[in-house]
């Protein structure tokens, strides 16, 4: 089993950042891609950024890119995602998840582990 515990949400007001962390426990991150998604309220699940195990590469939804910054730290098993420039739009649950194999890490549907999500709330 793997566990993943998103910390790190709160109220910021927009301009402003917040840094979320997604510890895993009962396996090691290192070994799965990783994502980050959210949900705000009367809207779908979508996908943020992700970040491969392998080659660390990165990938981001085109409303975040320039602001949010996904990374990995494998000695500590936890997975960042660095929110700057934040806009009252990105208010929603963030969600961490792991993925055994990824082709496309937009889909959720390719994702194995999720956290409990962590709310983030951007006031105008």
């Known amino acids: 089993q793997v566990q993943l515990v998103e910390s790190g949400g709160g109220l910021v007001q927009a301009e402003g950042s917040l840094r979320l962390s997604c510890a895993a426990s009962g396996r090691t991150v290192s070994s799965y891609g990783m994502g980050w998604f959210r949900q705000a309220p009367g809207k779908e699940r979508e996908f943020v950024a992700a970040?491969?195990?392998?080659?660390?590469?990165?990938y981001y939804a085109d409303s975040v890119k320039g602001r949010f910054t996904i990374s990995r730290d494998n000695a500590k098993n936890t997975v960042y995602l660095q929110m700057n420039s934040l806009k009252p739009e990105d208010t929603a649950v963030y969600y961490c998840?792991?993925?055994?194999?990824?082709?496309?890490?937009?889909?959720?549907?390719?994702?194995?582990?999720w956290g409990q999500g962590t709310q983030v709330t951007v006031s105008s």
């Open positions: 998840a792991a993925a055994r194999s990824l082709y496309n890490p937009t889909k959720g549907g390719e994702y194995n582990y």
């Open positions: 970040i491969s195990w392998n080659s660390g590469n990165t």
